[in-house]
């Protein structure tokens, strides 16, 4: 189970303007259920989201691909550097969009979306301490994220998830805002939002 809150910024900043492809039907900007409507259309995208859209210039989802990723952790009783790369998330074509929030005035869109069943395979080298335990290491990993997580937070969960949580949403909206910065620069506000 992987939930994250992402925020993108600047949403309003698009520049280019080009026509939808015909099986995306925008959401009414002015729409009282707006939220509902964006999560309708991205729900009704998931069976093309696996293999990608490549005119919208949003890679497959099954497999995601994550060339690398960097964590640093430097305070608190969770304390670590890690690095992972040649990342290949699958099954996240199986995300559960639970919430958008859409702010034109911002502008921003905060995004809760859940990943039940990720699996992810790469290689990973860390080096730090979790409470007064030191970790080190590096290799491939692989397996579900949920069973990796609870393996190695099966005691004192509660305060190591307090301490890493705002790096994993960080490090998650990333990811995801990696995924959707084609679609952002290819379309304007106008094109995904009916004024």
Same mark, same amino acid.
């Given at each position: 189970m992987f939930k994250s809150h992402i925020i993108f910024c600047s949403l309003l900043a698009f520049?280019?303007?080009r026509n939808l492809p015909?099986?995306?039907?925008?959401?009414?900007? &002015?729409?009282p259920n707006l939220e509902k409507c964006v999560i309708d259309l991205i729900n009704g995208l998931k069976p093309r989201l696996a293999n990608g859209l490549p005119e919208m210039r949003i890679p497959p989802l099954d497999p995601f691909k994550?060339?690398?990723? !960097?964590?640093?952790?430097?305070?608190?009783s969770v304390n670590f550097k890690a690095t992972f790369k040649?990342?290949?998330?699958? &099954?996240? !074509? &199986?995300?559960?969009? &639970?919430?958008v929030k859409i702010d034109f005035e911002e502008p921003s869109i905060t995004v809760d979306i859940f990943f039940p069943l990720l699996k992810i395979d790469g290689e990973y080298s860390i080096n730090g301490k979790v409470l007064v335990v030191p970790i080190s290491g590096n290799g491939k990993f692989y397996g579900n994220f949920c069973e990796t997580t609870n393996n190695f937070i099966n005691e004192n969960?509660?305060?190591i998830i307090e301490e890493? !949580?705002?790096?994993?949403?960080?490090?998650?909206g990333e990811v995801v805002y990696s995924v959707i910065k084609g679609l952002l620069d290819l379309y304007a506000v106008e094109d995904l939002f009916i004024m």
């Open positions: 520049v280019h303007c015909s099986y995306i039907k925008p959401c009414k900007k &002015n729409d994550v060339p690398f990723i !960097k964590l640093d952790q430097g305070s608190g040649d990342i290949i998330a699958t &099954n996240g !074509k &199986n995300f559960k969009l &639970n919430k969960w509660r305060e890493i !949580k705002p790096l994993i949403e960080d490090t998650a």
